[in-house]
C-alpha cells in the first residue's frame, strides 16, 4: 500500500515557506548529531541499542531510519503521533496513516521497528489488535504528550509538568492487560514507570518490556540499579527465576478479575466509601 504524502502534507502543511525549510535544516543536524551517537554508543555498551525517533509524516523518516540503521542501531523505535484535531480528518482517514506507516516498514529497513502510540483512538483495540498484524515487530503503549496547562496569575498558556507520575502506569497496565493475549507483536510500556514495581507491573499483564524516563531525569541513570534489585527481591520471593515465569500472568484473559480492566466508573467506590482507606 504506498502511504499518501499528499494527504499527510495537507494535513502538516507543505514545505515551501522559511520556517519550514529552517526546522528541516535543523532537524538535519540534529540528525548528524544523533547518528554519531548511536555510533558512539555501539562501540561503548554490550546491549542492544534502540533508536527512537519522531515521524511527523510517512514519508520523512525513511531517510532517517535508513542512516539509523547504517550507524549500527538494533532496532528503531517510531513516536507517532498525529493530533486529531482537524474536523476535516476523521478517525478512518487518520489510522489510516498509522497503517500506511506500519505496513511500509520493513520494505525500507531491517532492524525491528516498534511504534509508540498515543491513545487518541476511538477504536483504540481493534486499531492496535489491526496494527499488530503488520510488519511491526512492537508497539509501545503509550507516549506522553507535551501539553497544555494555564497559569492563573498571568493568565497564559503554558506547558504543563514534563515529567509523568507513578500513577501514570495505570494507562499501560490497562491496554496492555487488554491487548497483550490479542496482539500478534511484542508490547512495551511507557509512562508513569518510577520503580521496579511498576516494570513487574507490567510484565504482569503481559508487556515484554517498559520504558523508563522520568525517573531517570529525576534520579540519574544509576537508579536502574535500584529498579532492578527491586526486581530480583520480588521474583527472589516469589520464586520465580525469570520474567517468562509470570509474563502475562494478570493480563485480561489470564486474570480471576478480568472486569476490573475494563470498569471505568467510580461510583461502586463511593457507595462504599470509607474515609479510613482514603
Ligand atoms: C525531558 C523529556 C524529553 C522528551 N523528549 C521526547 C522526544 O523528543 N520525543 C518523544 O517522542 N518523546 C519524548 N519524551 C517522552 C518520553 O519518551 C516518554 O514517552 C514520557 O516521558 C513518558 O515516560 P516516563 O513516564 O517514563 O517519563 C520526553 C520526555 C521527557 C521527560
Known sequence: MEVNAER??????????????????????????????????????????????????????VEFARK?????????????????????????????????????IQKHI??????????????????FIELSKSDLSAM?????????????????????????????????????????????????ASTGVHDGNAVIKNILVGAQATQVVSAIYRNSSSFIKNMLMQIEDWMKKKGYEKLDDFRGKLSQARATQPMMFERAQFMKYYSNFDDSEY
Open 140 to 188: 509501545v503503549l503509550f507516549n506522553r504528550f507535551y501539553s497544555p496547562d494555564i497559569n492563573l496569575e498571568k493568565e497564559e498558556i503554558q506547558a504543563t509538568h514534563i515529567f509523568s507520575n507513578p500513577e501514570d502506569v495505570s494507562n499501560s497496565l490497562r491496554w496492555i492487560g487488554i491487548l497483550s493475549d490479542q496482539v500478534d507483536c511484542d508490547l512495551a
Open 68 to 104: 539509523i540503521e547504517k550507524a549500527g542501531a538494533d532496532g528503531l523505535e517510531l513516536n507517532m503521533f498525529i493530533m486529531p484535531n482537524d474536523p476535516k480528518f476523521d478517525g478512518p482517514t487518520i489510522e489510516k496513516i498509522y497503517f500506511d506507516v506500519a505496513e511500509n
Open 8 to 61: 499527510v502534507n495537507n494535513m502538516y502543511g507543505s514545505f515551501d515557506n522559511v520556517e519550514d525549510y529552517v526546522s528541516f535544516y535543523t532537524r538535519k543536524h540534529n540528525l548528524d548529531e544523533y547518528l554519531n551517537l548511536i555510533k558512539e554508543t555501539k562501540e561503548a555498551i554490550d546491549i542492544p541499542v534502540i533508536a527512537s525517533i519522531n515521524c511527523i509524516t510517512p514519508d520523512e523518516w
Open 110 to 127: 531491517q532492524i525491528p521497528v516498534a511504534l509508540k502510540l498515543g491513545t487518541y483512538f476511538s477504536g483504540l483495540a481493534k486499531t
